[in-house]
């Protein structure tokens, strides 16, 4: 099923104000984690977002009804399958949560077993010669036994032995391994262990959570219930899309919204090119396109989806005076990128262009909370 993508194209975007080309923030909304990264980035893009917006963020002389015919989105009934997430998905959500607040600790002692993973150097050689790439550093590399790959038993070899142990393991490379150098050769690597790094996955407490986590979950008793309630309303955007979205009927797409998704898409590989050093005509032609217009042709599916996204959320935003304010724009900017500054996404792309990103999210929210549910 395809996703809001409309929205999530607007948060990409509006991200790069804070990361300079990168992804928005390390930790999930739907966590409640924080984000705090600065403005890094001032770029002079040629295309100016807004211009395809008036003041209150809907695109210019643009009646959404005469292209898009609605459904009757607040008759939708949600079954409770649809927005009551199940035990199993609310474990794995919260495994996959601290999980990513997992910490390493470097153990200079103890024996390797399978599934370890360690820091190890070594230094491969064939006839008593070292061959080219064969070797580590001084640095060493880390592995995990079982999920790196390696030619041969590689890894396997390495179990029992102890951290800091130094020995020689024999293996033979693949006949196509790719290198005539080293193709069906046998080949010793002399392997020195030099420590077992061990992944803790840290424990939901109330301490865990006031220390990670903003208000809405810094007990587990609110952060349980606030990732339900997530869960639940990721669910019911699922419902929403296959029953709002994929009804509506588009009549056509006005040439401002596909002029503004070109655009988009153009200004989002130009900041992607100056991250490189290059502008975006080199870029384009660097990743094999003759030109922009043939570059812009290769998302024609996207293109649509993307205008068909725009018009919905634009045609429901009018029907509902859902129509954001600048206090809008700085509330999305503190809930989506844990930040109230809106002074560099706004010299970047000006607040039209913001108010159209924020009401996206209202909408969405509007149709959440409106939505009815099946008792």
Do not use: W
């Not at 005076?321 to 000006?350: I, M, P, Q, R």
């Amino acid at each position: 099923m395809r996703k809001f993508l409309s929205l999530v194209l607007s948060l990409a975007l509006a991200a790069t104000a804070f990361t300079g080309c990168g992804s928005a923030a390390d930790s999930s909304t739907e966590s409640g984690s924080e984000n705090t990264s600065a403005p890094q980035v001032n770029i002079e893009s040629e295309f100016f977002l807004s211009d395809y917006f008036d003041a209150d963020g809907f695109f210019k002389d643009l009646n959404p009804a005469d292209y898009v015919t609605l459904p009757d989105y607040r008759s939708v009934v949600v079954p409770k399958a649809n927005y009551i997430p199940g035990d199993v998905t609310i474990q794995l959500e919260l495994e996959q949560l601290l999980a990513s607040h997992a910490t390493k600790e470097t153990l200079t002692e103890g024996v390797v077993e399978d599934g370890d993973t360690l820091n190890i150097g070594y230094v491969g050689s064939i006839d008593g010669v070292a061959f080219n790439g064969g070797s580590t550093g001084p640095e060493g590399t880390e592995v995990t036994i079982g999920v790196t790959q390696y030619i041969d038993d590689f890894l396997q070899q390495l179990i029992g032995h102890e951290v800091g142990e130094n020995f020689d393991i024999e293996v033979t490379f693949p006949e196509n391994y790719g290198n005539e150098e080293l193709n069906g050769k046998d080949a010793i690597f002399n392997i020195t262990i030099n420590s077992i790094i061990e992944t803790k996955i840290p424990e939901l407490t109330d301490e865990f959570c006031a220390e990670n986590f903003s208000e809405e979950y810094n007990t587990v008793d609110k952060f349980m219930a606030q990732l339900e309630a997530d869960l639940s309303n990721e669910m019911i955007n699922s419902y929403l899309y296959s029953n709002v979205f994929d009804k509506a009927e588009i009549i056509e797409f006005p040439e401002i919204v596909t002029e503004y998704v070109k655009a988009y898409i153009l200004s989002t590989y130009e900041m992607q090119a100056m991250s490189y050093g290059f502008t975006l005509d080199e870029y384009i032609s660097q990743i094999g396109f003759a030109s922009r217009d043939e570059f812009v042709e290769y998302f024609k599916a996207d293109i649509d989806l993307f205008c068909e996204d725009y018009l919905i959320f634009t045609a429901i935003a009018k029907a509902e005076n859902l129509g954001a304010t600048d206090a809008d724009v700085t509330a999305y900017f503190k809930e989506y990128l844990g930040d109230e500054d809106t002074s560099l996404a706004e010299e970047l792309y000006g607040m039209p262009y913001l108010k159209f990103t924020a009401m996206q999210a209202k909408v969405l929210d509007h149709l959440i909370e409106n939505v009815q549910k099946e008792q």
